[in-house]
């Protein structure tokens, strides 16, 4: 998988200081507000990848963020200031990093969570195995093999693949469940992908800031999926919902341009752009989203979420019942 190559993966490294620093104080040019102010407002300005798709006019920003800096700020202070303007594009992907704190902004939860791991593997599945890191049983009496995989955090191996792709050989198909997967290593994206293709074929493309204005953008890199050494070719349903983000938005979109996958459930919570980064003049760290994630026509779906084939929403008046795992079944009748 190549091309998922251009895929970064960052480390927040701990931030260390030098004898010089420790004996003599910080420099008075790394530490003043306003230079640490527009550096990272600038670094945004040139950067970041979704100022018109999300109508997030900077300038405004920067006038009223800066206008809370003054000389002689504590570090705490100047911290709070310039996690709030961060926060102001409304991203899950852009991140400031301190010694002492870690800014952070979570999207708001758009709908009720989908998922009750219960109901599933109490109302649902024979038996629970476990390899690696998946999940999985058959459901009772349906001839459907189940699969959870709760994180792209984990790592996918094609050992484990092949042990649950002969488990469910003789079934109808199975159904992969990604709800509530918050994402992580996007690497593990091509390699399950391919898991279901058996030629080469593009599922989409990135496109990254590359110029002064907003609407600067490179030429589309095509977002390629391998063809798999252990391929399942039975029908498969992928279940989504508004905690399935980032590397699971990707997963999701690449199934959209794949014969024999269905995705039910809800849109997933976006967060498909890729992130980068780099350190302020005192040494904070941070990160932001460069690039878009689109589909084979060009729509964006990194941040409004890719939304299901089939829409199903999961009803907690009775957790006996998974509404979004029976429409699934459903599609296998």
Known sequence: ??????????????????????????????????????????????????????????????????????????????????????????????????????????QPQQANLNFHPTTVWENYIDERILTGSFQHGNITGKNIGYVRYSSFSNAVSNAHLYYIFNTY?????????????????????????SAFSLSEIQVGSFITRNGPEHTDFSSPEPFMVSAGSIVYTK????????????????????????????????????????????????GWSYRFSISQLLDLVGNSYAESGVPPDILADFDWSDLSKDEILDQAILTFE
């Open 1 to 106: 998988m190549s091309r998922l190559a251009i895929i970064v993966v960052f480390t927040l490294a701990g931030l260390t200081f030098s004898c010089e620093k420790v004996l003599f104080g910080p420099d008075k040019a790394t530490t003043n507000p306003y230079a640490n102010f527009d550096y990272l407002w600038d670094e945004v300005d040139k950067k970041y990848s979704y100022f018109v798709l999300k109508s997030v006019d900077w300038n405004a920003i920067r006038t009223h963020y800066r206008s809370q800096l003054y000389e002689g700020m504590g570090e705490e202070e100047l911290f709070s200031v310039l996690a709030s303007m961060l926060n102001q594009l409304r991203d899950d992907h852009t991140n400031l990093i301190s010694p002492f704190s870690v800014s952070v902004y979570t």
């Open 235 to 282: 029908p498969v349903v992928v279940l989504i919902d508004k905690g399935s983000y980032s590397a699971t938005t990707m997963f999701a979109l690449g199934t959209k341009a794949m014969p024999g996958i269905t995705l039910v459930g809800d849109t997933t919570g976006g967060g498909g752009g890729l992130p980068n980064g780099g350190q302020l003049p005192n």
């Open 169 to 193: 050989a003789n079934a109808r198909g199975i159904i992969l469940d990604l709800r509530e997967n918050g994402g992580g290593n996007s690497l593990n994206v091509g390699t399950l992908l």
